[in-house]
Structures are given as structure tokens and as C-alpha cells.
């Protein structure tokens, strides 16, 4: 049961409210509702909003008021006559414009005819104990409030009377209503049904979905304090008892298991307005608690909603972060009151400076999740077709980013129009999840070229949310035809009381949403560099018990300004069918063109692809995708022998119709998928001449090299090894030098004269080329995590304590590091700087809190944000290390650990949307 029931919380009755500035106390006389923090009938700019409805208001009171349709608030038809009483209203408030009160007055009277004279035992029936079976329960809350505006403007008590038999009437009803089951079913449900209660679908008095139960009640706050200085309720001895029913919704919304959702904001701002309103300042307490619970239980260390549903980050930090503060910032409690819940009191509150670090990661989360057209990345459920309104004006330049709890990293270089960002994404399955683990996203030449999906279908379109969701449907690869698991598979940690949160579970942790053992794993992230970027994450557990191979690496390399390309290298192992998915930009129609002689095939794929054509992949192909205004993405495609090209069509998803699907099949235990993708403009055409797969001797069969050769006449090689310690002989192919190498990733251009110009290593041991020999290299820093620093619990920084010397140069800013919590969990976060502690080792200070400890002597990790796991053992740590040998203009190779770009600072560090004005 909540503190709030659990305290036995009692009225607290006032005709003031203390909230001020700089902890002064300031009376407050009712109504509250016509003073900060609300704005349900004033405006702080009433001459702007006046200007705005005058076309409006000149229609005159008696046109305006002939406008009510019968049935209210409820009654869609009645939408603009409200958006127009209201606006008077406003006006009135703020001006005192008696053609805005005269407009208003008509308008209420209009409104509230039929219950003004109505005698108190039929006003009474209006409401019965049938809850939301009775249409009419609903409607009357709507009606009261009405009532309630016509007694504020005109004092008039006969409206005030009315007002008050409704409330009080509410009362008497409600505790007896039933429960009604979701979209107006007949089954009926007891006040004390937990299980019922328990279900995510389960309803509240009204009908409706739980969330925002509260909310939908506040009507009846509002109409309670804009009558309480009438004297109504007091004379007619039902004050208790309307303040009774306004409390039951408080009362009967904390029966249901603490759920700790998505769209908690929408009851916490119930709890807020109540708490003023009647006033109980428990219900402050309340929200400023389960605010910090929330963060804790349900947002990663990097600021990410669990779910890693852009859309509902978006909805949920911007109810937690700017509403609730909104209505918050500055409240005092009544004299000499503490809280049971809290056992402290607040003077001058303020929920932003109270949550600061965590309010600014949040949307410096979003924000990084922004594309350069202001749209977000529509990863899980999340639609691409919303501006995202919380950036700065213009999104002019892009650079890498780190998601490394939420699992998603961000390679991107450029300015304006030649903005270039590869996206690797490897979360977990915690809610709202799309099946979609390895999936890639592309921008470039201005628009996605390799896009995400969409959450539900477009009006009267052929797609569905199935489909929108599917393995098949992402660009990445299915194995044996069949999603990656989801949250609610059998693949679940069995919570112990290592993993104990310091407060109740959330509702749903043990089913999905802190139990799920989904996640992505990032192995390295080297994109300090802009020239060149390469990031590689294993997702294995997506597909648990078929695969115990599935691994992608992706390395984005510059051409010119212009222009990148993307060498793509996809190891999958287990299972017997591996389908390389591949599309571009849902939102608009393309076309794919081969050379391949394909050949029609019956019958559909993946449930959804079909008009299907097909030929066997041998050697290298391409293939491109074509769009109406002549931009194309061209895919060079390396894949394993026995490997079929398949081509159909399938619901395009992000627009009506169809779009081309691509899928490269292989029949198989394990496959190595290679492929290079790049993208231009009609203008400019393609700036690859050719690519050309590395013969690796003495290697393992999961190694992987190209050789590509631009159209100016330069050459680049990359190598990926599947074990970063094995050493790799490659032999000269098409005139390229043997080279070797020792390490997990390596690029090597050369000028068109064959001369090497610069090597990037990715924890690279040793690597020989040509007269370029990089040797002694330190792959990576390895070590134990012995404890660590939290600002949030009083320490002077967020930071890493190991016993390994690592270097204090300040050549680690800005890289990751990835810790390893046992077996189950990875996440990365990135440095600040290094500094030698006093007796030896190493204070790795993050750029932000990673949220860990470490207990038990040393055998525990436990983590202070999502998911909240203990688990047992160490906390190990990795830095792979970079270096870049580049020759200068006297021809001598120098080298250089951990090449950084002198990136500008991120632009996600200028949304001030979240702060208060």
C-alpha cells in the first residue's frame, strides 16, 4: 500500500496556501485556481490572446452562446465553444474586458441551463452508483465545473448550489461504482478485485485506462475551490463531504500496484493540482518521491527511458521535468508542517534544481536521438514524422554519440548539408520493443537512406504493427525466419535481494520491465576521429538459444566532404537460415536496380514481402536504390557462397503503399555478411570504383577484409577480426600490398601511387604495410573496478576508482569505457579525464554517474539506475585504445594515440526547453 494510505494521511483545511519565493511566506486567498501555478482560466499574456480570438469574439454572446450542443466538455461538437469560453475568460481574468465577461456569462448560462434551476433530488439522480455504465457519472463531472465558472464570474450562488450538490453527490456514489472493462464492455469488476487491478489494461472509476485516473477528476478540484470562498458548501454542511470524494480518486488510484509508467506524469500532475487545491501537502510529498523513484527505477545511468522508445521518452521527461516543475517550482508547505512521507518540509521548492543532473541527461539523451531534419530516430515504437520542438532552431552539424546503458551509438561527422550519421543499435527488450537488435539507420545526402519504421500503421493503409516491429522489417539479420525474442520470453533474470530497489518493485519489473535479459553488448566505439569511425556490438541474446554468434561492425569512412561510405560486417553463427535485411527510406518510394539476372519466385517471405524475385549472389554485386529526385544509396554486396538475393515488395510503412525490400539468404550454421554501402546525389554520382574482398591467410573463417578503390584513384583497406589476438596474412589481391595485422579493426588508405598515407587502428597490437611498421601497441586497458564516486550521494565527482596505471595525458577523454557487470549486462559511458590516485592507480572521472557500487567486499556491482540489478562478482573494465600513423608533407609516418577531431560542443547541450523561463 502507498505512504500516502499507509501514513493515514488527514485533511488539512485552509483558506491560504504558502508559496513563495526565496522561502517568504504569502497568503493566498482562494480561488487558487486563478493564481500561478495554474492556467486553466488565466493567461500571462491576456492583450496577445484577445488579438488572437477576436474574429472569434465579434461573433458576439448570444451567437456564441447559441453555439452549445447538449452533452458539454464530452461532446466533441462543443470543442470551439469551450476553446472560445475559455479564451474569455482569460482575458477577462487578465484585463477585466467586460465584452469577454459579457461573452463568458452567456456562454456558462448556456451551458449550464438545463441543471441551474434543476431541483436538487433529479440533479441528484444524475448520478448514481453505476459508474461508467451511466454515461451521465462522466458527464456531470464536466457539468459541476461549469456550474462552478458561472458562481466564479458572477458570483451568482444559485450556480454555487448546484456545484455543490454535484460534489457532494459524487461522494455518496462513488465508492460504490463498478469497475468497467476497457472500450465499453459489459464485465464488471469489484472495487477490491487486485487481480483485476493488476492488469495493464485494467480501468479506473471512469471508464478509462488507469493512467491519468487522477487527472480526469481534477474537474471536481477545480469546481471545489472556485465555489469554497461562496460559503455553499459550508452553510449547506457538505464541505467534508466534497472534499471526501475529491480525495477518494487520490485514495482509490494509490489501491492499484505502483506501476511507475510511461505516462506516470499524467497522474503526478493530478497529485500536484489536488494537493494545492484542497490543499494537502502530502500529495507534494508524494510527487516529489515517486519522481525520484521513477528516475531511479526506470531510467538508464545515460538518461534513457527504459523502453528506448524515443516518443515516450519525449512524452514522460517532458511531464517530469517541465510540467511537474511548472506547477512545483517555489511552493512552500503550510506553516510548521512536516511530512509523514518525507519527514521534512519544503520552503521554496524546486523540483529543477533537485533533479538537475538527471532532468539535463534526459534530454541530452533525446537530443542526441535527433536527426538532422529535426526529426527523431524512430527506434521501437516512435513515429518520424514529429518535429522535434525541444532542439535549438537549426541542426547544423552532427558528431558521434554514446548511448551506451539504453544501447545505441551515433557515428557522425559534417556540417548543414553534408551532415553524415551511421546509427548501430543494440538495446534491450523492455517495453514498447521493436524487434531490432543490430539494426542500422543512415543519414546522408539530406535525408535517411537507410531508415527506421514507424510505430502504428498510417490511417487506412495495408501495413500493420506486427509488421512495423519485426525482425524482418529492420535492417539487420533473422535467423531462421523467426523475431528476436521479446521481453516477455522465457529468457528472464530470476530478481533476488541483491537486486532489491530501496522502495517497492514496480508493478511490472518482474514481467518485462527489469527482468529481461535482451540486451546488447558494445564491444568497442572508436569515433573520436571524424575521418573515420568504427563501432562494433554483439546482440546474442536476442536471439537466446539459437545463436551464439551474432555480431556487427560498422565503420563509416570519409571520402570528402561530401561523401562517406560504410563497410558493414555482419558474423552470425547458430540456427540454419540467415536472412541479411536490407531497405532505405520508408518515407519515400525507390526503386532497386541490378545487373542480376532475377527471376520470379511464388509466394511471400517474412509474412509480409512479397512480388518476389531472386538470383544467386556470386562474387561481388551491387545493387542500388534509386529515388525520384536521382539521390541513391549503391550496395556492394560480399556474402557467403551459396548466398541467394531475394527482391520484393512490402508494406512501405512510413507512407501508404509498398516499398522494396531487399534480403541476401544463406542456408547455414554460421555466415559472414560483408557488404559496403555509400550514397550520392545525382549530381555528383558515385565515388567508388570498385570493391574487392582481402584473401586473410592464417586467420579465422570470421575475419573479414575489403579493398575499396575510389574513383580518383586512392585505395582503402579494412580489416575486422573476429579475435582481436589472432595475426592475419593478408596476400596482395589486385594489386594491393600484403599487409599484417594484429588487432580488432583496422583502415589504411593509400594515394593512387599505391603510397600509404595514414593507418587507424582499433586496438590494434602490431599492423605492417608497405614501409609503415606500428608495433608494441597496447591493444586495450583492462582491469577491475575496486570502487567508485558518486555526486549524487555527496562524493566530489562521478567517477571510476582501479588499481591499473593508465595514462593522465589526457588522451582517454571522450572514449568510452565499458564496464562488464558479470555475465548478463555491458554498459559504456564516456570519460572526462584520468587522474593517478595518491597510492597508485587510477580515478577514471565520467562525464556523467554511471550509477554503480561496489559492495560485498567487491563481489557485488550493484546499479542505482534501470535496471537496478546487484549482481554478483566484479566490475571489469575495457578502454580499447585508437591510433592513427598519418605521413607528413616530408613523407615520415608519425603516430598518434587516441586521434580526436576538435569537435564543437554538442548541440544537444543547447536545449533549454526543459528549464524553467
Request: glycine share 8%; charged share 20%; aromatic share 10%.
Amino acid at each position: 500500500m502507498d505512504t500516502l494510505l499507509r501514513f493515514g494521511l488527514c485533511s488539512v483545511c485552509m483558506f491560504v496556501l504558502v508559496i513563495g519565493a526565496g522561502g517568504q511566506e504569502s497568503a493566498k486567498q482562494r480561488p487558487f485556481l486563478t493564481q500561478p501555478p495554474f492556467e486553466e482560466i488565466t493567461t500571462s499574456d491576456p492583450e496577445a490572446l484577445l488579438r488572437s480570438n477576436q474574429r472569434d469574439f465579434d461573433r458576439g454572446a448570444s451567437a456564441l452562446a447559441q453555439s452549445y450542443q447538449p452533452g458539454g466538455r464530452h461532446d466533441n461538437a462543443n470543442t470551439d465553444f469551450y476553446r472560445i469560453l475559455h479564451s474569455a475568460i482569460k482575458v477577462y481574468e487578465g484585463t477585466g474586458n467586460q465584452e469577454c465577461r459579457q461573452i463568458a456569462v452567456a456562454m456558462l448560462q448556456a451551458a449550464t441551463a438545463e441543471f441551474y434551476d434543476m431541483p436538487e433530488r433529479q440533479l441528484r439522480d444524475l448520478m448514481d452508483e453505476e459508474g461508467a455504465f451511466n454515461p451521465s457519472n462522466i458527464a456531470m463531472k464536466s457539468h459541476c465545473y461549469d456550474l462552478a465558472l458561472l458562481y466564479h464570474i458572477t458570483k451568482n450562488r444559485q450556480a454555487a448550489r448546484q456545484a455543490a450538490i454535484i460534489l457532494d453527490r459524487y461522494n455518496q456514489v462513488i465508492r460504490q461504482w463498478p469497475l468497467r472493462e476497457r472500450y465499453e464492455g459489459d464485465q464488471r469488476y469489484a472495487h477490491d478485485d487486485a487481480r483485476y487491478k493488476a492488469r495493464w489494461d485494467a480501468t479506473c472509476l471512469y471508464g478509462e485506462w488507469k493512467p491519468g485516473f487522477v487527472e480526469r477528476g481534477q474537474t471536481l478540484a477545480y469546481a471545489y475551490d472556485l465555489i469554497y470562498d461562496s460559503g455553499v458548501m459550508q452553510q449547506m454542511g457538505v464541505l467534508d463531504s466534497a472534499q471526501a470524494g475529491i480525495r477518494y480518486h487520490i485514495e482509490f488510484a494509490e489501491t492499484y500496484p505502483a506501476n511507475y509508467g510511461n505516462l506516470d506524469h499524467y497522474d503526478l500532475r493530478g497529485y500536484c493540482r489536488y494537493g494545492i487545491l484542497l490543499p494537502e501537502p502530502e500529495y507534494v510529498h508524494h510527487v516529489v518521491k515517486h519522481l525520484g523513484e521513477i528516475i531511479q527505477a526506470c531510467f538508464y545511468a545515460d538518461g534513457f527511458w527504459h523502453e528506448g522508445s524515443p516518443a515516450y521518452h519525449k512524452d514522460l521527461i517532458n511531464g517530469l521535468s517541465v510540467q511537474l516543475p511548472g506547477l512545483l517550482n517555489g511552493y512552500s508547505d503550510p506553516p510548521g508542517f512536516v511530512s509523514k512521507i518525507s519527514d521534512t518540509r519544503f520552503d521554496d521548492l524546486s523540483l529543477t534544481d533537485m533533479y538537475y543532473p538527471q532532468f539535463k541527461r534526459m534530454w541530452s539523451a533525446l537530443g542526441s536521438l535527433t536527426l538532422p531534419d529535426r526529426s527523431p530516430a524512430a527506434i521501437h515504437d516512435a513515429s518520424h514524422d514529429q518535429s522535434a520542438w525541444w532542439m535549438p532552431g537549426v541542426i547544423n552539424r552532427s558528431a558521434p554519440k554514446l548511448l551506451g546503458c539504453m544501447g545505441h551509438v551515433i557515428m557522425g561527422k559534417g556540417e548543414d548539408g553534408n551532415q553524415q550519421q551511421a546509427h548501430l543499435h543494440f538495446s534491450g527488450m523492455h517495453g514498447h520493443e521493436h524487434y531490432d537488435t543490430l539494426n542500422i539507420l543512415v543519414w546522408s545526402q539530406g535525408q535517411e537512406m537507410m531508415s527506421e519504421t514507424r510505430y502504428r500503421p498510417l490511417p487506412d493503409d495495408v501495413s500493420t504493427r506486427e509488421w512495423h516491429s519485426m525482425t524482418a522489417a529492420h535492417n539487420t539479420v533473422v535467423i531462421d525466419e523467426t523475431n528476436q525474442i521479446g521481453r516477455l520470453s522465457s529468457h528472464r533474470r530470476k530478481l533476488t535481494e541483491d537486486d532489491a530497489l530501496p522502495f517497492p518493485d514496480p508493478q511490472h519489473r518482474n514481467f518485462g520491465h527489469g527482468d529481461s535479459l535482451t540486451d546488447g553488448q558494445l564491444r568497442f566505439f572508436a569515433a573520436q576521429w571524424a575521418p573515420v569511425q568504427i563501432s562494433e556490438a554483439q546482440g546474442e541474446e536476442a536471439y537466446h538459444g539459437l545463436a551464439d554468434l551474432y555480431r556487427r561492425t560498422l565503420a563509416m569512412v570519409e571520402i570528402d566532404e561530401e561523401h562517406v561510405y560504410l563497410v558493414d560486417v555482419f558474423r552470425v553463427r547458430g540456427g540454419s537460415q540467415h536472412d541479411w535485411m536490407l531497405h532505405g527510406c520508408l518515407a519515400l518510394p525507390y526503386a532497386v536496380q541490378t545487373d542480376l539476372p532475377l527471376h520470379d519466385v511464388a509466394g511471400t517471405q517474412h509474412k509480409y514481402i512479397e512480388r518476389l524475385r531472386s538470383a544467386s549472389l556470386d562474387g561481388v554485386q551491387t545493387l542500388s536504390m534509386v529515388y525520384e529526385d536521382g539521390k541513391q544509396s549503391r550496395h556492394w554486396l560480399m556474402m557467403p557462397e551459396g548466398t541467394d538475393l531475394y527482391v520484393g515488395q512490402a508494406p512501405a510503412m512510413r507512407r501508404t503503399g509498398y516499398n522494396p525490400f531487399v534480403f541476401a539468404r544463406h542456408q547455414a550454421t554460421s555466415s559472414l555478411f560483408v557488404a559496403v554501402h555509400e550514397f550520392f546525389a545525382e549530381g555528383s554520382g558515385p565515388q567508388i570504383a570498385s570493391v574487392e574482398p582481402l584473401q586473410i591467410l592464417a586467420a579465422d573463417a570470421m575475419d573479414a577484409g575489403v579493398r575499396v578503390t575510389l574513383t580518383d584513384g586512392r585505395s582503402d583497406l579494412f580489416i575486422s577480426h573476429f579475435e582481436p589476438d589472432n595475426s592475419a596474412q593478408l596476400t596482395a589481391v589486385a594489386g594491393a600490398t600484403p599487409m599484417v595485422m594484429r588487432g580488432r579493426a583496422a583502415h589504411v588508405r593509400s594515394a593512387a601511387d599505391g603510397t600509404v598515407q595514414r593507418v587507424f587502428g582499433v586496438g590494434l597490437a602490431e599492423l605492417q604495410i608497405g614501409d609503415v611498421q606500428i608495433a608494441d601497441q597496447l591493444p586495450a586497458h583492462e582491469g577491475i573496478i575496486t570502487t567508485t564516486e558518486r555526486k549524487l550521494t555527496g562524493d566530489e565527482a562521478d567517477a571510476l576508482h582501479t588499481t591499473v596505471e593508465l595514462p593522465t595525458d589526457g588522451s582517454l577523454s571522450g572514449a568510452p569505457v565499458i564496464l562488464r557487470y558479470g555475465d548478463d549486462l555491458v554498459q559504456s559511458f564516456p570519460i572526462e579525464r584520468v587522474e593517478a590516485l595518491p597510492d597508485g592507480g587510477s580515478r577514471i572521472v565520467l562525464q556523467y554517474d554511471a550509477g554503480v557500487t561496489i559492495e560485498k567486499g567487491g563481489e557485488l556491482v550493484k546499479l542505482h539506475y534501470f535496471p537496478g540489478w546487484g549482481m554478483p562478482g566484479q566490475c571489469h573494465f575495457t578502454i580499447v585504445n585508437t591510433v592513427l600513423g598519418q605521413r607528413d608533407a616530408d613523407g615520415q609516418m608519425s603516430l598518434q594515440q587516441h586521434p580526436k577531431t576538435d569537435w564543437p560542443p554538442p548541440i544537444e547541450d543547447e536545449i533549454t526547453y526543459w528549464l524553467p523561463k
